[in-house]
């Protein structure tokens, strides 16, 4: 079965530029995560899917960030002015269900990231 | 902030030792743990979760241990290998998932 794919892997921009980054979850997984992990932090969760509508984006600095997952599958995460802060590595990850609720798992399945470099 | 944290930010064992890796969570309304291991240049990976009704679960040559009175979750790694080499997160989850800060766990030969 083939794993959370994202591109690119790595980037480096000058703030005030933009950057997006695209994820393709696996198949059938209908709940699709966008975490930042900046440098020896744990992942920090930006926003969740279910399916193509939000479910959670509270944590995301809507002046600057924006996601989309159109058709419920692949999504895209783009950053526009990028600061020096943005500066870290974005994570894609997917669950068969939602993690809310008792029949909600912990199980999400990451991709590899996409690490930015905003000089 | 984030509720969940760690006690220590690296661990080094020696390779066979059983490992322990503590995490302190705040938030009561918790009802579920989870591990991820983290390896260099790749995403989290999940280990095993526990629910909030459960004080223990076995997988694998680990074992996680959940203390809700004093809300702390611990994962234990018996016999460990140099391929345990990794940044170790636990996470809860009230309605969302919130990861840790993590620890790193250092394999000495």
């Known amino acids: 079965e083939a794993g959370v794919a994202q591109s690119p892997r790595y980037k480096i921009i000058e703030k005030r530029q933009s950057v997006a980054f695209w994820c393709n979850p696996i198949?059938?997984?209908?709940?699709l995560y966008w975490y930042q992990q900046i440098l020896g932090q744990g992942p920090k969760l930006l926003i969740q899917?279910?399916?193509?509508?939000?479910?959670?984006d509270s944590q995301l600095p809507k002046d600057r960030f924006s996601a989309e997952r159109l058709k419920g599958v692949d999504s895209t995460l783009k950053i526009q002015p990028a600061k020096l802060e943005d500066s870290a590595v974005y994570l894609c990850?997917?669950?068969?269900?939602?993690?809310?609720?008792?029949?909600?798992?912990?199980?999400?399945?990451f991709g590899e990231g996409s690490r930015l470099t905003v000089l | 902030g984030e509720s969940v944290g760690l006690h220590l930010p690296t661990l080094s064992v020696q390779e066979g030792d059983n490992s322990i890796i503590n995490c302190a969570y705040s938030?009561?309304?918790?009802?579920?743990f989870i591990w991820y291991k983290q390896e260099s240049g790749k995403g989290p990976q999940f280990i095993i979760d526990?629910?909030?009704?459960?004080d223990k679960r076995q997988g694998q040559r680990v074992t996680v241990l959940l203390n809700k009175t004093v809300k702390h979750l611990s994962l234990q790694i018996a016999a460990t290998q140099p391929g345990d080499s990794a940044v170790y997160f636990c996470?809860?989850?009230?309605?969302?998932?919130?990861f840790g800060k993590g620890t790193r766990l250092h394999i000495l030969p």
């Open positions: 990850a997917s669950s068969l269900v939602g993690t809310s609720g008792g029949a909600g798992t912990g199980e999400l399945f």
């Open positions: 198949s059938g997984h209908a709940t």
């Open positions: 899917f279910q399916n193509n509508g939000v479910v959670d």
């Open positions: 938030n009561s309304a918790s009802d579920y």
């Open positions: 526990i629910r909030s009704n459960m």
């Open positions: 996470a809860e989850r009230d309605d969302k998932i919130i």
